[in-house]
């Protein structure tokens, strides 16, 4: 098991950037997956981005080209940078190892328009 504690959310205009962070307990070079996922008022949570261990990286088609997941192993921590931010972004952000962690606070991103 392993818990995660989401930040960087914010207020932020539309076009804006911002990043997130998810840090870990313990180290994440073996957890096989990381995951972002959100979930907007009134919709069902929605997987964001993912990477594993074996290079692979998948996003929602709605965030190719603006989002990107990474992970810095030293530090135990996974990013998301999320630039050219829309209106639509708006949402709870959670980090996920699936199978390993509990669903976290999140952290809440705003994208005025």
């Known amino acids: 098991q392993v818990q995660l504690v989401e930040s960087g959310g914010g207020l932020v205009q539309a076009g804006g950037s911002l990043r997130l962070s998810c840090a870990a307990s313990r180290t994440i070079s073996s957890i096989n997956t990381m995951a972002w996922y959100r979930q907007a008022p009134g919709k069902q949570r929605e997987l964001v981005a993912l990477s594993t261990t074996g290079g692979m990286i998948n996003y929602a088609d709605s965030v190719k080209g603006r989002f990107t997941i990474s992970r810095d192993n030293a530090k135990n921590t996974v990013y998301l940078q999320m630039n050219n931010l829309k209106a639509e972004d708006t949402a709870v952000y959670y980090c996920?190892?699936?199978?390993?962690?509990?669903w976290g606070q999140g952290t809440q991103v705003t994208v005025s328009s």
């Open positions: 996920k190892a699936p199978g390993l962690s509990a």
